[in-house]
């Protein structure tokens, strides 16, 4: 692929000729592979591509770039105008189910779309741009396409800035905890602290949780950044906020993967903070994703005598099932829906 569509490219700028790029991504393939086997994966892919072939022109290149993904060239001024009506083309061909030996297979596509300009130099380039545009697509909910443009470098480049400096934000001592109180409203006191995680990036200024943990979890440092946040949540859970429950967020991540409950004791005995008063805050889909191991690790977690709660409830799936059969000590409610409590009856 790479030198076919070197020579595609040198070939077009020569005669001054459009080029655009699509890129595709199957989605849902990796479950046929695991539930299927790899025969039947490689079944889908060839699948695929022949509809992949059916979406498009006779003069367009289409190639596997590897894994489940794709690309189509387009290097006509016609094809360039229809970009966006073949990958949405691709999208609709590829949302319909794959009949295979009577077995149904339901994948889909999430598409990237880039457009050749005068400053994009080299073909590597424009690849990786459409990558983004691909990604984008993706983050939008997938089974949709999403064209490159400067807004997304940009955002693109934030999140590689984000990431490098998530690599040595603890050590410069960039990460802190902020303390939102909980309050007995009968009595009127504060019963608890909720640990809310901060980052002053020393370039970026301050950076939400909301950004900076999506890229922490998918980067893979976001086991580094919870254990911090646990331990310094027992610190202060035996210093300045004594007497006080502190409660920290664990992503999902954290439970899914590693051994965390052997990091949780460890971080408890080391501070000297008892478990009754340490309080983590879990959201669901710790639970969606394998319920009968997440069953397993909350009810460890219950037996060292740490409490649990279920956050963000009412944002996601939220079955009241979950409630019955999860041990949860607290329920918090999102705010979207006690915002009005005060103001419509």
């Known amino acids: 692929l790479d030198a076919a569509l070197e020579d595609l490219w040198a070939q077009g700028r020569r005669e001054g000729q459009c080029a655009a790029v699509v890129v595709v991504d199957i989605d849902n393939f990796k479950s046929v592979n695991d539930i299927h086997g790899h025969d039947a994966g490689d079944a889908v892919l060839m699948a695929v591509a022949k509809r992949l072939r059916a979406s498009c022109r006779d003069g367009d290149l289409i190639a596997r770039l590897g894994g489940d993904e794709f690309a189509i060239a387009l290097w006509s001024e016609e094809g360039v ?8 083309k691709v999208i609709g061909m590829l949302a319909d189910p794959i009949t295979l030996s009577e077995r149904l297979f339901r994948v889909g596509a999430s598409v990237g ?15 990786v741009q459409a990558d983004i545009a691909m ?24 999140r590689r800035s984000i990431e490098q400096g998530l690599r040595t934000a603890i050590e410069r001592e960039e990460i802190s905890l902020f303390w939102q109180p909980k309050v007995d409203l009968v009595r009127w006191q504060i019963i608890g602290a909720e640990a809310l995680m901060r980052w002053r990036h020393s370039e970026l200024g301050d950076i939400s949780p909301t950004e900076f943990i999506p890229v922490a979890e998918q980067c893979g440092m976001i086991d580094q950044l919870g254990e911090w946040a646990l331990r310094e949540a ?20 954290q439970l899914q993967f590693g051994d965390y ?22 959201t669901e889909s710790v639970l969606i994703e394998d319920t009968d191991r997440a069953v397993h690790i909350l009810d460890d977690i219950r037996s060292i005598g740490v409490r649990l709660a279920l956050d963000d409830f009412g944002t996601g799936y939220s079955s009241l099932s979950y409630l019955r059969r999860f041990p949860f000590d607290t329920l918090k409610i999102d705010r979207s829906f006690v915002t009005e409590l005060l103001t419509k009856p």
């Open 113 to 127: 779309i880039v457009v050749r300009t005068d400053a994009i130099a080299e073909i590597d380039d424009l690849m």
């Open 135 to 158: 990604y984008a697509a993706k983050d939008a909910g997938r089974e949709c396409w999403v064209e490159y443009s400067s807004r997304l470098g940009a955002i693109s480049h934030r």
């Open 81 to 88: 105008s229809d970009r966006m009506v073949i990958a949405q």
């Open 261 to 282: 409950i052997q990091c949780l004791k460890k971080v408890l005995r080391e501070s000297g903070l008892p478990p009754a008063k340490l309080e983590l805050e879990l």
């Open 234 to 253: 027992c610190r202060a859970g035996t210093q300045e906020l004594a007497g006080l429950t502190v409660a920290v967020n664990v992503s999902a991540l």
